[in-house]
């Protein structure tokens, strides 16, 4: 700023001085002839021709007398101006240097406060661009203005944004890898068992059996017993094998309008106690997409809702929209919704509402797993009495993407 203010000064001293030179070279040569003593002697020979006149010509006297004294008045007038003309001078080159000095002042007055804002603003911007670096997204706002400052500010916020968005996504699937892993470290280490455990209680029983009949009864309800828990064990692991082997979506484009009137037709009666109502835009939207795993998804959604419901009725809506080159799929429920504890964890796996033995708490989990693969997302809306709200993104396909017969 020391700078700007010594540069302003400079500059305003040095077109003062140039503006002095040039309007001395200007103006001096018409004052000079504006006040030239020759024009007086002419008005004062016009004054004594004047007075003849009017004594050879009486009946033009008065239009005499009157020319006579009005080229007096501009005579005195001059010859007060010639005896003043030096302070008349200087007085006239103070009053316009002050107000050209005053306008340069004004000018750099309002250009030093621009740049002093300007300094701020980017001071501001290097604040965010460190914490941005230091993975603080929590930016200050910048004063709303289209010059360049401004967006570039706008963009290190959508920037900030972007980056906020991907990287809760890198770690949300950096968590799930690791799930993952654990998933089928554990459904390996108890499938050999349980397989050993079920082949053995089978030979136990067929040897009791061969032994008397006494205790038949009793050894075939005890095998039925722990079969029912093995099937439990082993339905068990079959969801954390599931969960560890999770393929690459195989995409390919489809009109989802077309692919969620399908959806509504044929799982419009697999919920006894739940409707699906869809709204769809007129226009065909198309997204590349891996059908049977993105109906997976709308099924997680849509069993968990009709759990949601237990006994009473209710209507699953299906709305589809197209938001900022995203396919937008509104699910929502007329559900009880679900605790508040939950909303934040609701993607995380083993995470469930239900009682202990229905469901591994693994849908929601997948679902986004699965939305993140076609580079889009699962979001939770909202979650109360009235209901609970989901919001799953899918990037739209090029328009010259052939959809498939």
């Not at 007075?51 to 080229?71: F, I, V």
């Not at 900030?160 to 089928?184: C, F, G, H, P």
């Not at 064990?233 to 954390?240: C, I, R, V």
Request: aromatic content about 6%; proline content about 3%.
């Amino acid at each position: 700023m020391r700078t700007q203010l010594i540069g302003s000064g400079i500059m305003i001293l040095v077109c003062l001085f140039f503006f002095i030179l040039a309007q001395k070279s200007l103006s001096d040569p018409w004052i000079e002839l504006a006040l030239d003593r020759e024009v007086n002697n002419l008005l004062a020979e016009s004054m004594v021709l004047q007075r003849k006149l009017s004594e050879h010509e009486p009946e033009n006297k008065a239009e005499y007398r009157a020319l006579y004294e009005r080229t007096r008045d501009k005579l005195q007038h001059r010859e007060v101006l010639l005896t003043t003309r030096d302070a008349v001078r200087v007085r006239y080159y103070w009053i316009l240097v002050s107000t050209v000095a005053a306008s340069l002042l004004l000018i750099a007055g309002l250009q030093f406060l621009y740049l002093r804002r300007r300094n701020l603003r980017l001071q501001l911007l290097q604040r965010n661009l460190e914490k941005l670096a230091a993975g603080d997204f929590n930016l200050e706002t910048l004063p709303g203005e289209k010059d360049v400052v401004g967006r570039i500010g706008a963009m290190i916020q959508a920037s900030a944004e972007v980056m906020q968005t991907n990287r809760k996504r890198l770690r949300y699937l950096e968590n799930l890898e690791i799930w993952r892993d654990s998933a089928r470290r554990i459904a390996h280490e108890i499938r050999t068992p349980l397989t050993a455990i079920r082949l053995e209680l089978r030979q136990l029983v067929r040897a009791a059996l061969q032994n008397g009949e006494s205790s038949a009864q009793v050894l075939e309800d005890k095998q039925q017993s722990i079969l029912e828990e093995l099937a439990r064990l082993s339905e068990f692991t079959d969801a954390f094998s599931s969960f560890a082997k999770l393929q690459t979506p195989k995409r390919k484009p489809q009109d989802l309008t077309h692919f969620l009137e399908e959806f509504a037709a044929i799982y419009e009666s697999a919920w006894t106690n739940m409707g699906v109502a869809i709204s769809l835009p007129p226009e065909a939207v198309v997204v590349a997409v891996d059908r049977r795993m993105f109906r997976q998804v709308l099924v997680n959604l849509a069993n968990n809702s009709a759990k949601a419901l237990g006994a009473r009725d209710g209507v699953l809506e299906i709305v589809l929209d197209v938001r900022d080159g995203m396919a937008v799929i509104e699910v929502g429920d007329d559900g009880p919704g679900m605790p508040e504890e939950m909303r934040e964890i609701v993607f995380e796996p083993y995470v469930t509402g239900n009682p202990v033995g229905e469901g591994m708490g693994l849908g929601l989990a997948i679902s986004r797993k699965i939305m993140l693969d076609h580079d889009g997302d699962i979001e939770l809306i909202s979650s109360h009495v009235g209901g609970t709200c989901f919001h799953l993104y899918l990037p739209l396909a090029d328009d010259s993407a052939g959809l498939p017969d």
